[in-house]
């Protein structure tokens, strides 16, 4: 396909998503800004992905399909943005959805404000096997210097938020496969912010424009992986960043916090348990708290779903996709 300065690449890593790539190709192919080259890298997948991926590209010219040998989700996102020559760079899950205007509002995003940011994100919801929204993300304003809020919080989320500009990718030097080679693999996503963060500009899209999907099988649900991966990243940046080692303390707090719960909740029980020891040994009394919380929330949430009661989400929420 043509290439010029409005064309976005978009990288699909994919490894045995035969439940979803369809759903996720199908929201890539209703953006409203349709200058699209997309490349579904398959890590090496078992299942039928394949065949579903070979099967839309007989119906949009604007896929591809790359194989690689199973290298991880890092490795496969730097092939396929080797693969195309698009000058912005967006990255989207197998099992992850965007709404129709994300490309599109993001490019105005990037390209307004007399300096340009190199990279644009926007808010998420959490999905479920069938695509209903579960809950809401952060609503961050962060923008142009993003370093020590990233150093606070995690609040960009997933990598399936994110528009860059190529030059910017191609300066940090793409994503970093050695957290996986490290038996550390699930924070990819946080890294690659951090690195961006550092020689780049940073703007947001407030609407809810991406749904993230937990299921069980998926990667993010390693709760304890994904909290050794994040620790990795965070202490990498606390070393480069004395003078934030106060943010990142408690942003590494946050997270022993979420995915101990994240563990709790997915029924990992021993993986919850190192968690929550390490939190209480740490900061007894701001752990203590934090838990009887969170095990308040999830006692509710299934008194609510035993008798058939959930909380109300917005209209809007309804049609999203």
């Known amino acids: 396909m043509k290439q010029d300065e409005d064309t976005v690449g978009v990288v699909v890593p994919m490894r045995n998503a035969e439940a979803t790539i369809a759903a996720t190709l199908d929201s890539i192919g209703r953006q409203t800004h349709a200058n699209l080259d997309i490349v579904v890298v398959d890590d090496e997948s078992t299942d039928g992905s394949v065949a579903i991926v070979d099967q839309r590209i007989r119906h949009d010219r604007r896929v591809r399909l790359i194989r690689q040998k ?24 197998a099992d992850d959805l965007w709404a129709p205007t994300k490309i599109e509002l993001q490019l105005d995003a990037l390209r307004r404000g007399s300096q340009p ?5 926007c808010w998420f919801v959490s ?22 809020s990233l150093c606070t919080a995690n609040w960009i989320g997933n990598g399936s938020s994110l528009l860059m500009r190529r030059s910017a990718f191609e300066k940090v030097g793409g994503y970093d496969p050695t957290l996986r080679a490290r038996g550390a693999q699930g924070a990819e996503d946080l ?66 916090h979420w995915f101990a719960y994240r563990a709790a909740a997915t029924r990992r029980r021993r993986d919850a348990l190192v968690l929550m020891g390490d939190a209480l040994r740490r900061h007894p009394f701001a752990a203590t708290y934090h838990f009887s919380s969170l095990a308040l929330g999830i006692a509710r949430g299934r008194l609510q779903r035993r008798f058939g009661r959930t909380v109300p989400l917005p209209l809007y929420t309804e049609t999203i996709w």
Do not use: W
């Open 191 to 256: 890294l690659m912010c951090f690195r961006m963060a550092e020689h780049a500009a940073f703007t947001v899209v407030p609407r809810y424009l991406v749904g993230y999907r937990a299921t069980p099988g998926n990667m993010s649900n390693d709760s304890l992986q994904m909290f050794r991966s994040t620790e990795l990243v965070l202490d990498e940046y606390r070393r480069k960043y004395p003078e934030y080692a106060d943010e990142v303390g408690r942003h590494l707090q946050a997270a022993r």
């Open 127 to 148: 999905i479920d096997q069938h695509d209903r929204v579960t809950s809401f993300g952060p609503q961050p304003l962060v923008e142009g210097d993003a370093m020590r």
């Open 70 to 93: 199973n290298a991880g989700v890092a490795a496969a996102r730097n092939t396929g943005a080797a693969a195309t020559a698009a000058s912005f760079l967006a990255f989207v899950d």
């Open 117 to 121: 940011a190199g990279l644009a994100y």
